[in-house]
C-alpha cells in the first residue's frame, strides 16, 4: 500500500518531472516559432555548446551531493584553458607532437585536480564554509591563467587538438560523446560505488556518516577533485572550439550556469542527492533557452533575465517538495 | 497568595506523541521557581506553551487570575514573560547598551534614538545588579556570565515580570555562578518571579523557594525546597519510591545470571573537554555493562570518548588487541558499533532506503570491484528486516517514512549487520513503543548471550537494573561507584547516584 504510494510519488516529483515538462515546452516553441530548428545544424550547434556546461554541472551536482558549492569551475577552465596551448605551442611540442599534445591534454587536467584537492582540503580538513573556500580560486585562478598568457589571446592552428572541440564521432560532435561517456561512468560511480553511497551519506547525514566510519573528509575531497578535473576539461574544450584561448573569457560565469544546471535538473542544495542525468537535463534547458532567444534575436542580456526565471522556478518546486 | 501564573491542565502532542498530558505549574510572585525533570519529562515543553513557542491541545493558561493568550514570544515579551536560553540569543557584535534596548530604544524629539538615555539606563539596571560595564562597547567582548546579566538586565528593562532561566548556569564558573545568584534574590527581593531550570540539584537549595517535579508529561508534584531531600527529589523525578523498592528486591528480569569472559575494552580515568573528569569501566564479552547517572554525568560523553568521536585529554581506552582507538572508522575496523541517542542528528540518512541504512557501516565489507556487491547486500538486509520484524513496504523505501521504533531497529541492525564484539547502546528504547521496545531488548539480550558486549545507557532505570549485568555509577563526569547485579535494585541504584551527590555537597 504504502509502496504504491512511494511509487506514485516518485511518478509525479515535480522537481524531476518538472525539468522534462520545461524541456518539452521549449521544444515545442521552438518547433512553432523558431526558424529552420529542425535542422542538423542545430543540433550540432546546441549539442557542442551544452557540452561544457553538462561536464562542469556533473562536477557541481557531486559537490553539491555533499552539502557544498564549487564556485571556483569557471577560473578553473580558464586556467587549464590557457595552460593547454602554452604547452603545444612550445618549442618542447614541436620536437615532439605527440607527446606535446598528449601533455597539453594530461598537465591541464592535472593542475585543476590539484586545485580540487586544495578546495577539498580547505572544505573537510579546515572546515572553510565550501563558498569561502572555493572563492578563492574563483578570484585567483583567472588571475594566475592570465599572468602565465601575459593577458594576451592565443590562437593556434592545432588540428589534433581542435578535435576536441571541433571533432566528429559518427555525425555527432565529439564532447557530445565525452558527455555520454561521463555521465555514463558517474552514474555508475554514483549509483553502484561504495564511493557513490557514501557521497550521497555524508550529504545526507554528514555526522551519521562519520558515526557509521565513512571517511567524510576523503569523501568531499574525492566530490572537490572530480568536479576540478572535469572543469579543466571542459576548459579545453573551450579552446579547441576556439582553436584560440583567452584567460579572461573561458568559462566565464560557468559556475553560475553549473549551479544552475544542477539545481534544474533536481540536485537539492542540501545535499543528499546527485542525480547525474538530471544535471546534463539543467545543462541542455539553460542551453535551449539561450538558443531559443538568440535565435529569435532577442539579445543575450534577456537570456539571462530568462535564466533567473528558471532557476527561481527550478527552486520554488524544490522547495515545495519539502514535507 | 495568589498565583502570578497558573498553568493547569495542559495537554500537547506532536504527531500522536504525547508530549504532555494534565500537567501543571503555579508561580507565585516574587518567588524563585524550580522544574525538574528526567529528560522528556515535558519540561521544555511547558515553558514553551507558557512563552508563545508552542500551542497547547489542553488546558488552561492564567496570569494573575485572567486568561492569558500568547501565540507568539513576542507576545509573552509583552504579557511580562521574559526567557534566557541556554544559547543567548543576543547580538555580540553590538554594544551592551544595543543588546539592552533593542527594538524598545528610547526616541529624541526628532524620532531618532536617544542614546544618552539609553546610555543610562543600561548603566542603571546593570548597577542594580552590582555590574559595572562599559556599556558602549560590544558584547561579545565580554564574559559569558557578563552577557547573561545583560540578558537579564534586558528582560528587567522590559518591566518583565517572570523570568525564565533555561541551563542559566551551565557555561558558568563558581565565581560567575555566584554573581547570577545575586541577581536571581535581588530580582525575588524586587517583585519579579524566576522559573529556574536546571539539572543540578545543588542549585535548587542554593536559591529555590519552590520545585516542580515533572515525569512522563505529568506533573508529579510541588514542594517547598526547604522541605524536600535529594533522595525524595531523584526518586520523584524517576518515579520511584526508593524504600519501597529497596524492600521489595530484585526483579524477575535482572542481569547477572551470564558468564562474562574476557575484558574487551578498558577505559581508564578519562577526562576530555566535553566533560569527563576521570571516567574508568571495562567491558566484558558475553555482558552488559550499564551507565548509570543523572543527565549531565557524563553518560553519553563517556561513550563518544571510547567510540573515538570526542577526543580524550587524559587517560586512554585500551581494546585488548592494543590497535589505536581513534576515529568511529577505527573502532568500527575493531568490532565496534554506537547506536546514537539522537536518531534523527546521528542515526538516519533520510533521504536513503531501509536498505542503504542498514548497510551504511559495512560498505567496505561488501566491496566487489569498487561496487557494492548488492546481491550479498539484499541477502543481508532480507536477512535482518525479518529477524529484527523490521515493517516497512520493502527495502527500498525511504527510512524517513518509517516510525521512530522502526528506524530504531533498522538503525540497530546497521551495527548487528557487522556482527560487533562491543556494541554501545546510548537509550536504546526511547521514543520507541512498549511492543518495540520489548522487541529491541530481546534481540539485544539474545546476541549478549552469543557473546557480545554491551555497553548500555539509559534514563530509565528500570531498563539499566533489569538488563545490566553491572552498573557503573557517573556522577560529574566522574565514575564513583560500581553495583554488581544479582542484587541491584532501582532503590540501590538511586541511592548510589543521590548518595554521591550529597556528598559533593559537603
Not at chain 2, 434 to 439: L, S, T, Y
Request: aromatic share 6%.
Amino acid at each position: 500500500m504504502s509502496a504504491t504510494v512511494a511509487i506514485m510519488r516518485e511518478r509525479f516529483d515535480p522537481s524531476r518531472h518538472g525539468a522534462l515538462l520545461a524541456l518539452a515546452v521549449i521544444l515545442l516553441f521552438n518547433l512553432l516559432v523558431t526558424p529552420n530548428f529542425l535542422q542538423a545544424q542545430t543540433l550540432f550547434v546546441n549539442i557542442s555548446q551544452v557540452a561544457t556546461i553538462a561536464i562542469v554541472a556533473m562536477g557541481m551536482t557531486l559537490v553539491i551531493a555533499t552539502g557544498g558549492i564549487d564556485l571556483s569551475v569557471g577560473a578553473i577552465m580558464a586556467l587549464s584553458g590557457a595552460l593547454a596551448p602554452l604547452i603545444f605551442l612550445s618549442d618542447f611540442a614541436a620536437a615532439n607532437p605527440t607527446l606535446g599534445l598528449t601533455a597539453s591534454i594530461v598537465v591541464p587536467v592535472f593542475v585543476a585536480l590539484c586545485c580540487g584537492i586544495f578546495n577539498g582540503v580547505l572544505v573537510s580538513f579546515l572546515n572553510v564554509q565550501p563558498i569561502v573556500a572555493t572563492l578563492i580560486f574563483f578570484i585567483s585562478g583567472r588571475g594566475l591563467a592570465q599572468v602565465l598568457t601575459n593577458g594576451n589571446l592565443q590562437t593556434f592552428t592545432n588540428p589534433s587538438f581542435s578535435y576536441l572541440g571541433t571533432g566528429r564521432v559518427l555525425g555527432l560532435p565529439f564532447q557530445g560523446w565525452l558527455v555520454l561517456l561521463i555521465a555514463l561512468i558517474l552514474y555508475w560511480v554514483v549509483t553502484r560505488s561504495i564511493f557513490g553511497r557514501q557521497l550521497l551519506a555524508v550529504g545526507g547525514n554528514e555526522r551519521a556518516a562519520r558515526l557509521s566510519g565513512i571517511p567524510v573528509h576523503r569523501v568531499k575531497i574525492g566530490a572537490y577533485v572530480i568536479c576540478a578535473g572535469l572543469s579543466g576539461l571542459a576548459g579545453l574544450i573551450v579552446v579547441a572550439i576556439n582553436s584560440a584561448s583567452d584567460a579572461a573569457r573561458i568559462g566565464n560565469l560557468m559556475e553560475l550556469d553549473a549551479i544552475a544546471a544542477a539545481v534544474v535538473g533536481g540536485t537539492l542544495l542540501q545535499g543528499g542527492r546527485a542525480p547525474i542525468f538530471g544535471a546534463i537535463l539543467g545543462a541542455v534547458i539553460i542551453q535551449l533557452v539561450k538558443y531559443t532567444l538568440l535565435a529569435n534575436g532577442i539579445a543575450d542580456e534577456v537570456a539571462l533575465i530568462a535564466k533567473a526565471g528558471i532557476i527561481i522556478a527550478a527552486v520554488y518546486l524544490q522547495q515545495a517538495r519539502k514535507e | 497568595m495568589t498565583d502570578f501564573i497558573q498553568m493547569t491542565g495542559i495537554g500537547k502532542s506532536f504527531a500522536g506523541i504525547i508530549a504532555l498530558k494534565d500537567a501543571s505549574l503555579a508561580i507565585r510572585p516574587g518567588e524563585v521557581h524550580a522544574i525538574i525533570g528526567q529528560n522528556g519529562a515535558g519540561k521544555s515543553t511547558l515553558i514553551k506553551i507558557l512563552t508563545g513557542v508552542y500551542r497547547r491541545d489542553a488546558g488552561d493558561v492564567r496570569k494573575d487570575g485572567k486568561p492569558l493568550a500568547v501565540s507568539t514570544p513576542r507576545e509573552a515579551q509583552d504579557a511580562g514573560i521574559a526567557t534566557i536560553y541556554q544559547e543567548l540569543s543576543l547580538v555580540p557584535l553590538r554594544s551592551v547598551t544595543e543588546n539592552v534596548v533593542m527594538g524598545y530604544e528610547p526616541r529624541t524629539r526628532f524620532g531618532l534614538i536617544d542614546w544618552k538615555a539609553a546610555h543610562a539606563r543600561t548603566r542603571e539596571i546593570l548597577a542594580r545588579f552590582g555590574v559595572d560595564v562599559d556599556v558602549t562597547r560590544q558584547l561579545g567582548s565580554y564574559s559569558t556570565a557578563i552577557q547573561q546579566l545583560v540578558a537579564i538586565a534586558r528582560a528587567v528593562s522590559l518591566d518583565a515580570k517572570l523570568v525564565i532561566m533555561d541551563e542559566a548556569t551551565s557555561s558558568l564558573d563558581d565565581q560567575e555562578i555566584e554573581t547570577l545568584f545575586s541577581v536571581v534574590r535581588n530580582l525575588r527581593d524586587s517583585g519579579v518571579a524566576v522559573l529556574y531550570i536546571s539539572h543540578f540539584l545543588d542549585e535548587l537549595y542554593q536559591i529555590c523557594d519552590r520545585v516542580t517535579i515533572m515525569r512522563d508529561g505529568q506533573t508529579v508534584a510541588t514542594h517547598v525546597v526547604a522541605e524536600t531531600t535529594k533522595l525524595g527529589l531523584v526518586s520523584e523525578m524517576l518515579g520511584r519510591d526508593a524504600s519501597e523498592i529497596q524492600a521489595a528486591g530484585l526483579t524477575a528480569l535482572s542481569g547477572g545470571h551470564g558468564n562474562p569472559g574476557e575484558v574487551l575494552l578498558e577505559a581508564e580515568g578519562l577526562r576530555s573537554k566535553t566533560g569527563l573528569r576521570g571516567t574508568s569501566f571495562n567491558i566484558r564479552k558475553r555482558e552488559i555493562v550499564g551507565l548509570g547517572g543523572l543527565l549531565g554525568s557524563g553518560r553519553t560523553e563517556a561513550a563518544r570518548a571510547v567510540f573515538g568521536l570526542d577526543a580524550v585529554s587524559e587517560g586512554r581506552v585500551r581494546h585488548h588487541s592494543g590497535a589505536a582507538l581513534d576515529t568511529p572508522a577505527q573502532a568500527i575496523a575493531l568490532g565496534m558499533g554506537f547506536l546514537t541517542e539522537d536518531r534523527k542528528a546521528d542515526g538516519i540518512i533520510p533521504h536513503m532506503s531501509v536498505r542503504e541504512n542498514i548497510t551504511l557501516a559495512m560498505l567496505p565489507r561488501l566491496k566487489r570491484m569498487g561496487a557494492v556487491d548488492r546481491e550479498r547486500e539484499r541477502e543481508l538486509v532480507a536477512h535482518y528486516i525479518d529477524a529484527l520484524q523490521i515493517k516497512t513496504s520493502g527495502m527500498e523505501q525511504p527510512i524517513r517514512e518509517l516510525s521512530g521504533g522502526n528506524q530504531q531497529k533498522v538503525l540497530l541492525a546497521r551495527w548487528l549487520a557487522l556482527e560487533p564484539e562491543i556494541l554501545i547502546l546510548d537509550e536504546p528504547t526511547r521514543g520507541v513503543d512498549v511492543g518495540a521496545k520489548f522487541e529491541i531488548q530481546s534481540i539485544i539480550r539474545k546476541q549478549v548471550a552469543d557473546g557480545l558486549a554491551v555497553l548500555l545507557i539509559s534514563s530509565e532505570f528500570e531498563e539499566l537494573v533489569e538488563g545490566a549485568d553491572r552498573i557503573v555509577v557517573l556522577q560529574e563526569g566522574r565514575s564513583v561507584s560500581e553495583l554488581q547485579n544479582p542484587g541491584i535494585t532501582e532503590g540501590a541504584l538511586i541511592n548510589a547516584i543521590a548518595h554521591h551527590h550529597e556528598r559533593s555537597v559537603a
